[in-house]
């Protein structure tokens, strides 16, 4: 079964930063697209940005030239870079296979709050 472990996240003011990193067991990695999620209170979880196995990056209009995904396939690893962080920017991130999240149980996710 695999895991996905979120981590990174936390208390930042608006225009602040943070990198989310999310561990992923597993040996079949690096053939995967990955992505991250949010789910804000009262709404449903979206997703914000997505990496191809070859590295191509695709980010949704909300946090374009803002947030940055990577991936590190020796470390089974896949990161978000948040920069000018918004109050609307608040909720639990997660990480999990894209377009389509395929894992299942999803990870506990990271929480990110923004506010001053």
């Known amino acids: 079964q695999v895991q996905l472990v979120e981590s990174g996240g936390g208390l930042v003011q608006p225009g602040g930063s943070l990198r989310l990193s999310c561990a992923v067991s597993?040996?079949?990695?690096?053939?995967?697209?990955m992505g991250w999620y949010r789910q804000a209170p009262g709404k449903e979880r979206e997703l914000v940005a997505n990496i191809g196995s070859g590295g191509s990056t695709n980010y949704a209009d909300s946090v374009k030239g803002r947030f940055t995904i990577s991936r590190d396939n020796a470390k089974n690893t896949v990161y978000l870079r948040m920069n000018s962080l918004k109050p609307e920017d608040t909720a639990v991130y997660y990480c999990?296979?894209?377009?389509?999240?395929?894992?299942?149980?999803w990870g506990q996710g990271t929480q990110v709050t923004v506010s001053s």
């Open positions: 999990n296979t894209s377009p389509t999240a395929v894992f299942r149980p």
């Open positions: 597993g040996s079949i990695f690096g053939l995967l697209a």
